[in-house]
C-alpha cells in the first residue's frame, strides 16, 4: 500500500482533533512515553528520537522515549498492548514487531487486534552490505569469496525472525549460498561487528546503514527491495542483479493500545504529522537514507492488515530456516 510523502493529511487529521472540544484540551495533561523496540543507537532509536522531540514540542509536552530491546520486539510490543489506551503509552513499531515476528512464531500479542494506529513515519530500503575489511565489490564476488571460504561468511541480523535475518536467509534461499546467521540483540550491535569485519554482511535498513557508507567501512551490494533508494539512486536492486526474492522494505510506524479513544488517536495523527511536515525533520530522516511517509490512522491499520497476510503468506516457506 503506497503513502503519500510528506502530504497534506495533517490538515484532515486537525480538523477531526478538533471535533471535541473537551477531548482536545484535557490531552495530554502529562508526559508521553513513546516505547522503542530495540536497543538504543539502532534506526528506530534515533528516529522515534526525531521525531518525539518535534511532536512534543506540537503537543505542548514532553515524549520520553524508553527502549525496551529484547524477542526481536516482542517484550516492546506486549509491554505496550498491556498498557492504558489513554494515549500516555506509544510505540514505535517496525516491519519486525508487526509484520514479519507475528507471522514466524506465537507471540502474546496480535499486530492488528491489539494496537490503535496513529500513523505511518517512514519507510526505508533494505541494503545488501559487506564489510570492506573482505574486499567484495559485487555480488558476483561475494558469491566467490563464499565458495573460497566455505566456513567463514556469516551475516549479521537483529535477532532471529527480523527483517535482516529473513532478508539472508532469502538470499541464501534465491542464490544457494551458505552464510551463517549471527544474531545479535538489536541492529546496532550488529552493525559494529560488520564494520569490524568480526561478520562479513548484513542486511540492515538503508536508515542504519547511510552513515557507515559514507565512512567506507561497508559497501553496499544492492537494494533488498523493489525500488532504488533515493539517495543512492545508481545503486541497483538485487533483483536487477539477477536475485529474484529478496524484497524486505522496512518501515517505522506509530502505535499505541488497542481500542485508544478517536480524539485521541486524531490529535496524535495531527502531531506526528505535523513533526514529519517539519522541514528539520523530514531533513534529518531523509539524511539518514529513510524517507518520510505520512498517513491516516486508517491507512496504517489497512497497511498492518496487508502485512500480516503478506508474512503469514511467506512464513511457510522460510520458518524452518529461522
Not at 39 to 46: C, E, L, V, Y
Amino acid at each position: 500500500m503506497a503513502f503519500p510523502t510528506r502530504s497534506t493529511l495533517c490538515a484532515a487529521a486537525l480538523c477531526l482533533a478538533l471535533g471535541s472540544p473537551a477531548a482536545h484540551a484535557e490531552f495530554p495533561e502529562r508526559a508521553i512515553t513513546m516505547v522503542v523496540p530495540t536497543a538504543a543507537g539502532g534506526g528506530n532509536d534515533t528516529l522515534a528520537r526525531v521525531i518525539g522531540q518535534k511532536m512534543g514540542e506540537l503537543l505542548g509536552q514532553t515524549v520520553i522515549v524508553v527502549n525496551k530491546p529484547g524477542a526481536q520486539g516482542a517484550i516492546a510490543a506486549d509491554y505496550v498492548a498491556r498498557q492504558p489506551a489513554d494515549g500516555y503509552t506509544l510505540m514505535l513499531g517496525y516491519i519486525g514487531t508487526h509484520g514479519i515476528n507475528p507471522a514466524l512464531q506465537k507471540l502474546n500479542y496480535d499486530p492488528v487486534r491489539d494496537f490503535t494506529a496513529i500513523g505511518m513515519v517512514a519507510d526505508s530500503p533494505t541494503l545488501m552490505v559487506v564489510s570492506s575489511s573482505i574486499g567484495v565489490q559485487d555480488v558476483p564476488g561475494l558469491l566467490k569469496y563464499g565458495q573460497a571460504h566455505p566456513d567463514g561468511l556469516s551475516y549479521a541480523s537483529a535477532g532471529p525472525g527480523t527483517a535482516p535475518a529473513v532478508a539472508g536467509e532469502l538470499f541464501n534461499r534465491a542464490t544457494g549460498a551458505a552464510m551463517l546467521e549471527i544474531p545479535y540483540k538489536g541492529s546496532a550491535p550488529a552493525m559494529t561487528d560488520t564494520l569490524a569485519g568480526v561478520t562479513q554482511v548484513m542486511f540492515p535498513s538503508l536508515f542504519s546503514a547511510y552513515p557507515h557508507l559514507k565512512s567506507g567501512k561497508i559497501r553496499a551490494l544492492g537494494v533488498a527491495g523493489t525500488r532504488r533508494a533515493k539517495v543512492l539512486p545508481d545503486m541497483p536492486t538485487l533483483a536487477e542483479l539477477g536475485v529474484q526474492g529478496v524484497d524486505v522494505a522496512q518501515w517505522y510506524a506509530v502505535f499505541a493500545p488497542a481500542n485508544a479513544d478517536p480524539q485521541v488517536v486524531a490529535k496524535l495523527n495531527t502531531a506526528l504529522n505535523g513533526a514529519l511536515n517539519d522541514p528539520a525533520v523530514a531533513g534529518k530522516i531523509d539524511d539518514q537514507g529513510a524517507e518520510v511517509r505520512t498517513s491516516t490512522p486508517a491507512e496504517l491499520a489497512a497497511f498492518v492488515r496487508e502485512e500480516a497476510v503478506k508474512w503469514k503468506r511467506l512464513a511457510s516457506t522460510i520458518h524452518a530456516a529461522l
